[in-house]
């Protein structure tokens, strides 16, 4: 038959990509192996007991060396963790990986679409003032809501396949509540495509209807300061802030809630004094027996440790406890999680 004579002439190249093409077929290893589930599950355990768990405890036996604190904190959040007592409170800075900007490099790319000075917007961001910075964009006079929306929703939306780094690990972990003040959509990506999907997305003032709702135990993301597919949910302005947490209302009642009531462990945030860092402050101060909260924060540039002592004693004073890495963030944030997830202590 003509076929054996195509078969026995079959030859496999292996491209640079890992590709392994087959006549004119291209196969990648992953969809090869997936044909033999045995094997698939023998070679995935085998990575991860000889490659991935030892790479990440080396790194973390790096990381505990680096500050006598991180050992112990961690140990604390690991028991916050093992209690279901533990919530990730995610910032820009978990998105990065996946080509997002952080609030910051959006705003500074806004810029060049209006009439808003660069100088004057970069000395608002400097101080931490961000409120302030948008607020510059609100002028109808410097942008119209409508270019205001579009790059908002254009810039901060991401595909499935575009996710990268140690955002990817989080579905593994927190399998209940998830908290963050990003507008991009990456969350609810993530989740999806991970075959577990939110039962709620709850946004802006929505949050003040959690407790009703939790009684359930659903998945449930909180968007705290909105989404970048709803132009009238987001909270963005000084006013907006204002309004939102302002003593008295769902959203703030809710917020302190949870700050009284779970561990949070916040994950590329930058804790400047922001609103949530103050509303923390305000419960640290009320509230004396508030639970610590947790942060795996990168080293100060150049390590200077007058920086890093003076960041934490004022990152503590609000409740949050910082755990310190000075590698590559993506590298140090998966390690660290994957210390929560095998319990590589």
């Excluded at 790319?109 to 409120?131: P, T, W, Y």
């Excluded at 200077?304 to 755990?323: N, S, V, W």
Aim: glycine residues 6%; hydrophobic residues 35%; charged residues 25%.
């Amino acid at each position: 038959m003509l076929k054996d004579f195509f078969e026995e002439q079959l030859t496999a190249v292996v491209t640079n990509n890992g590709d392994i093409t087959i006549g004119t077929t291209s196969f990648s290893p992953v969809s090869i192996l997936q044909k033999d589930e045995d094997a698939y599950q023998d070679s995935y355990q085998t990575w991860l007991d000889e490659i991935w768990i030892p790479e990440q405890t080396e790194i973390l036996e790096n990381i505990w060396k680096l500050d006598n604190d991180n050992r112990p904190r961690f140990k604390k959040l690991s028991d916050a963790f093992q209690r279901k007592q533990l919530i990730p409170f995610i910032g820009s800075g978990m998105s990065s990986s996946s080509g997002l900007p952080t609030w910051r490099e959006f705003l500074v790319a806004l810029s060049e679409k209006s009439e808003v000075s660069i100088d004057h917007l970069n000395q608002l961001l400097d101080q931490g003032k961000f409120e302030e910075a948008f607020d510059l964009f609100l002028d109808i006079k410097v942008m119209n809501r409508r270019l205001l929306h579009e790059q908002i929703h254009n810039r901060l939306q991401v595909k499935e396949t575009s996710i990268n780094g140690a955002i990817r690990l989080i579905p593994d972990i927190f399998s209940e509540i998830v908290i963050t003040t990003n507008l991009d959509n990456i969350l609810e990506k993530l989740y999806t495509y991970s075959d577990a999907p939110f039962d709620d997305v709850l946004i802006c003032n929505d949050i003040g209807t959690f407790r009703e709702l939790r009684g359930d135990r659903k998945r449930m993301l909180l968007k705290i300061h909105g989404c970048c597919e709803k132009m009238d949910r987001r909270i963005l302005g000084k006013e907006e802030y204002d309004e939102a947490y302002c003593e008295g209302t769902g959203f703030h009642t809710t917020l302190a809630f949870l700050c009284q009531s779970y561990h949070f462990l916040f994950l590329g945030c930058s804790l400047s004094i922001d609103r949530t860092v103050r509303l923390l402050a305000d419960v640290a101060t009320k509230d004396k027996g508030m639970p610590n909260h947790f942060a795996f924060m990168s080293v100060p540039d150049n390590s200077d440790l007058c920086l890093k002592r003076e960041r934490e004693l004022e990152l503590t004073r609000y409740g949050i406890f910082p755990i310190w890495y000075n590698g590559d963030h993506d590298e140090s944030i998966g390690a660290l999680l994957t210390g929560i997830l095998h319990e590589l202590q």
